[in-house]
């Protein structure tokens, strides 16, 4: 790579290259446009419902029929993925999160009504018990609330082939527990799945700023104080992200996932550089509800801000990114 070849004023003056928005956009090196995105949303019971959530301005959960317009108006705009998350009612929590592989439950019936209502958009199904347990853990606890891996892989197992017979196109494995990749590669494959993808939560870090997602889906309460540390990834470490990614290539992950982003851009940077294959960036929840605030609060523009933060997702090395604003901001964009 060069970095320096004797360039000298005034022959060069990089100032050039910034003359005007024209220039600008010929010589940059990153762009953002639709296929980098993918919108999350969350899916409630009932008709024609939207419901605001305290902590994540402007993201709302919507009943089925309006989560189909949602997808539709994503879909208008040129993004290729949805991911989807159900809200699961509390009394069809138990500490085995059984409804996460009821075939009739929420997550099913919406992938077959999306399916059904809009072609040429990807589903991406979650793959974690949260939603689903009591005691809003990604599995089945032991009697000193540690998550017990090989029991919580066989549900695993059976909710991505309930999901993958629903219709989704990629299976979304956000658990963190050892060795689901390849079970779930597995079970899919034994059942004529070959084609479903899988894009792995690789390197998911126990993060602060999942606060508003536990609210959207309502596990914040059933987690109540407790964490995720003894299965989400300790953020003092980068080089075990690498690992982590390596294990889940290697188990038959087809894309992969670093959570959240923007404190995390060294991991990002560090994947791209060491390995090939997708790698998807997940914004996560606070970081959105963080950048909302602080423009409310400081009457920065909101879209510029939020414009600045995924590009430098980009420009780390991410092919695309999770973002709750997605649709806000290909609008912003003009596309
Ligand atoms: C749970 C899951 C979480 C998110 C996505 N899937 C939260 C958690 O691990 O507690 C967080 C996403 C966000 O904050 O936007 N399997």
Known sequence: ????????FPQTRQRRLRLNQSIRDLSSENFLIPPNLILPIFIIEGVNETETILNLPDVHRYSLDLAVKRVQEAKQIGIKAVMLFCVCDQKNKNPHGREAINPDNLMCRAIKT????????LIIADVALDPYTSHGHDGIIDENSIVKNDETIEILCQQSLIQAKAGCDIISPSD????????????LDSHGFQNVLIMSYSAKYASNLYGPFRQAVGSDKNLSKADKKNYQMDYRNSNESLREIAIDIQE???QIIIKPATFYLDIIKLASQNFVIPIYAYHVSGEFAGLKFLAKNTQINFEELYYENLIAIKRAGASGIISYGAIEILKYLNF
């Open 1 to 8: 790579m060069q970095i320096y070849c004797g360039e000298k």
């Open 114 to 121: 999306i399916k059904n209502a809009v072609s040429d958009i």
């Open 176 to 187: 963190m527990m050892d060795g689901r990749v390849s079970h779930i590669r597995q079970t």
């Open 252 to 254: 038959g992950a087809d």
